[in-house]
């Protein structure tokens, strides 16, 4: 029985220490990785990673899809007097160098 917990207490500490040192990167993401607060490296690519635990390096992520912003139904006349109704939209995506530019600045 003592064998048994002591095996299973080491296997919680092993999965602890496993997930305190990695990541994972999504395809749909960005990851800048910061040492005590300075940019070291940007990862691009989907993936698992490795990092130093917690208070050394931390994981800062970006959104890479396509941000959609839609303004409301506007309607006015023109020269004519006939009545146009239109919507004002934006779309953008953040690019990897300013996510790191970003957290140079704060």
């Known amino acids: 029985m ?4 002591r095996f299973m207490a080491l296997a919680v500490v092993v999965i602890w220490i496993v997930a305190a040192i990695t990541f ?3 395809q749909n993401e960005y990851a800048v990785v910061t040492s005590f607060g300075k940019p ?3 990862i ?7 990092q130093w635990p917690m ?6 992520r970006f959104d890479r899809r396509l ?3 839609q303004g409301v139904l506007m309607e006015t006349l023109t020269k004519d007097k006939k009545n146009v109704a239109f919507r004002c939209m934006v779309v ?3 690019p990897c ?3 790191q530019g970003v957290l140079v600045n704060s």
């Open 67 to 69: 941000q959609l912003h």
């Open 55 to 60: 208070p050394i390096q931390q994981i800062n």
């Open 44 to 50: 691009t690519e989907p993936g698992l990673r490795f």
């Open 97 to 99: 160098s300013l996510c």
């Open 24 to 26: 994972t990167v999504d």
């Open 2 to 5: 003592n064998r048994v917990l």
């Open 92 to 94: 953008w995506e953040t």
């Open 40 to 42: 070291v490296r940007t």
